[in-house]
């Protein structure tokens, strides 16, 4: 690479320029991730990382500084909703969609609504299953995989899968 870019410049600021080339490609990605954000859901202040995956973005409702992380999948077969000052970190799975195993295979599909209420904090690597709610200021700890509801001001850990009230 540096030999290429020598020969390219002709012996010059080799640094200085591949600097400038990753810098500008650095801001033209934000720039295409602010644009995708405004154009899914216009009129809110949504941060929305360019690797996160959105399908159906028709069936989700967002509140206001909502903030999505690197790599998150969000899939809206029914509807979601992300209360105001809603954080999910790098690598969140959100997704409505499930299967009724009582049925015979092919499975039917199955869709329930998620809802995030306001303040919640989603750490790495979260999963959140069809047909959750999770109350107001929670705290889902990374690496956890919500199947039932969570009370507010609660926090959520999978080391045993257990609500804890943090605060009185």
């Keep these: 690479m540096k030999s290429l870019a020598r020969k390219i410049l002709g012996g010059?600021?080799?640094r200085a320029v591949t600097l400038f080339i990753c810098g500008l490609l650095y801001n033209v990605g934000r720039l295409?991730?602010?644009c995708r954000a405004r154009a899914l859901f216009?009129?809110?202040?949504?941060?929305?990382?360019?690797?996160?995956e959105i399908k159906c973005p028709q069936n989700i409702?967002?509140?206001?500084?909502?903030?999505?992380?690197?790599?998150?999948?969000?899939?809206?077969?029914a509807p979601v909703y992300l209360g105001d000052d809603v954080l999910l970190s790098k690598n969140v799975f959100i997704d409505t969609g499930t299967a009724?195993?009582?049925t015979p295979v092919p499975y039917a599909k199955l869709s329930?609504?998620?809802r995030i209420e306001d303040g919640v904090w989603i750490?790495?690597?979260?999963?959140?299953?069809a047909g959750v709610t999770i109350g107001r200021n929670s705290i889902v700890a990374a690496g956890t995989i919500v199947r039932k509801s969570v009370p507010a001001d609660s926090f959520v850990t999978s080391e045993r899968p257990r609500v804890q009230p943090f605060r009185a």
């Design 12 to 14: 010059g600021p080799v």
């Design 32 to 34: 295409a991730s602010y």
């Design 42 to 52: 216009p009129g809110s202040d949504l941060v929305c990382h360019w690797s996160s």
């Design 61 to 77: 409702t967002l509140g206001k500084r909502v903030i999505i992380g690197s790599q998150c999948t969000i899939g809206a077969v």
């Design 100 to 102: 009724d195993i009582s």
């Design 112 to 114: 329930k609504p998620i």
């Design 123 to 129: 750490g790495a690597g979260a999963m959140i299953m």
